[in-house]
């Protein structure tokens, strides 16, 4: 079964620096996004992205966060000044349309990375 | 009122039983419901969209209700591997809001 996968599985990083982390989408999907999950609250979105550019993006994803699709594979979330409150599970997604009808994308999600901020 | 609401339990279940949880959102153009479960320290897996139509898998079964603008989740004959939290998400505009999950242990 495909499944989304993402890189690293943990990453450490001191407060002020650059991260970057890695998905790899469920191959035939065209939808990808972005989540996050502090520990012990809910999950939060971040962003979405289809067809090379960001559809819609929430209060949390401001200007330290981008998104890119470098290859017809990869998916990567680069937050550029990492503060202590960045510390949370990361999770990536890809989504396909469930119907012609439907408005709404069934999403697939991966195990995430967990980034720790010191 | 909170945009997706739902009650965080825990629900403490006998293994066998039927179990219901309900979600509240409170965008009425909300179009695409789902329900989603989560392990601890685990991805959200997703367990079944919500059609408005209601639909079952299973022992599943889900139900949308656009007047009162909530959705539920039934669950039949319960196993221990139900033992998990429940999200509900809706997508009003493609920005997709998680509840904060429902837990329900199921006790042998």
């Known amino acids: 079964e495909p499944e989304v996968t993402q890189t690293p599985s943990h990453q450490v990083t001191q407060m002020g620096q650059e991260v970057i982390l890695r998905c790899v989408p469920i191959?035939?999907?065209?939808?990808f996004y972005w989540y996050r999950q502090i520990l012990g609250q809910k999950v939060e979105f971040l962003v979405s992205f289809y067809n090379n550019e960001i559809s819609e993006k929430s209060e949390i994803f401001d200007d330290q966060f981008s998104v890119e699709r470098p290859d017809g594979s990869n998916f990567t979330l680069k937050i550029r000044s990492t503060k202590l409150e960045d510390s949370a599970m990361y999770f990536c997604a890809s989504g396909d349309q469930i119907d012609w009808t439907s408005l709404g994308y069934e999403q697939y999600f991966g195990p995430g990375t967990r980034l720790t901020v010191t | 009122r909170k945009e997706v609401e739902q009650d965080p339990g825990p629900f403490n279940v006998p293994e066998g039983a039927t179990v219901a949880f309900n979600c509240t959102y409170s965008n009425s153009a909300s179009q695409s419901f789902f329900w989603y479960r989560q392990d601890c320290r685990k991805e959200p897996k997703l367990l079944m969209s919500v059609y408005s139509s209601g639909n079952e898998d299973g022992r599943f079964t889900a139900q949308l209700n656009r007047a009162s603008q909530y959705i539920s989740l039934l669950i039949r004959d319960s196993k221990l591997s139900d033992s998990a939290t429940y999200l509900c998400?809706?997508?009003?505009?493609?920005?997709?809001?998680f509840g904060k999950g429902t837990r329900l242990h199921i006790l042998p």
């Open positions: 191959s035939n999907h065209l939808y």
């Open positions: 998400v809706v997508d009003p505009d493609d920005k997709i809001i």
